[in-house]
């Protein structure tokens, strides 16, 4: 076998790191949660089951487009033909963070998608972050609901079940489900007080206007 290329090695760390952080933040408890990242015509994914406190750059797995593994990986996260599947939908975004943070969980078990509550609820790519309807955990189902609810956006929440955001890369992704458990709490809080006032789609607007010349200029 030849020793892994280091830029392989950086993508691994990078996972095993992204799992400790969303451990650490309390976006993720136990073994729930997954991430990965585009590696040539596949992806790099967490396994299937290890806390990640447990995890290596070793315990990261490499499937192939074709869904294979190689001899003496360990298996991968049930979820990743979901990973897969928004990876090949989007060749402009190279990583992907599913979590079940909790007020994006609470959210997706009352099917009710996290509206524009806030302008932040934008930096995900819409007026809103939708809700991909219920299947069961693992299944191609699944997989093809999240990426037909996605429909463009760079997060959705999984009825009773969590979130999932996709970004550039891992930091990206990160930053967006954070982002999204923001938003689910604030949207959350404005329930429980009664009648949020939404952004329209015209405000909305302005505010993908606005994004467009945010941030340092070259
Ligand atoms: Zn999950």
Redesign the pocket.
Known sequence: MTAPQSDEMQLRAGLVRVMKKMAASGLNRGT???ASVRFGDGILVTPSGIVPDLLDEDSIVEVAADGTTSPGAKRPSS?WRMHQRILEKRPDMNAVV???SRHATILACSHKPIAAIHYMVGVTGGTEVPVAPYEV?GTSELADTVVASLDGRLACL?AN??QIALGRNLDHAYALAEEVEEQAAVYYGTLLIGEPHILSDDQMAEIFNQFRGYGQKR
Do not use: I, L, R
Request: hydrophobic fraction near 20%.
């Open positions: 729930s949660g997954n979820e599913h979590c079940h955990f999984m079940h969590g």
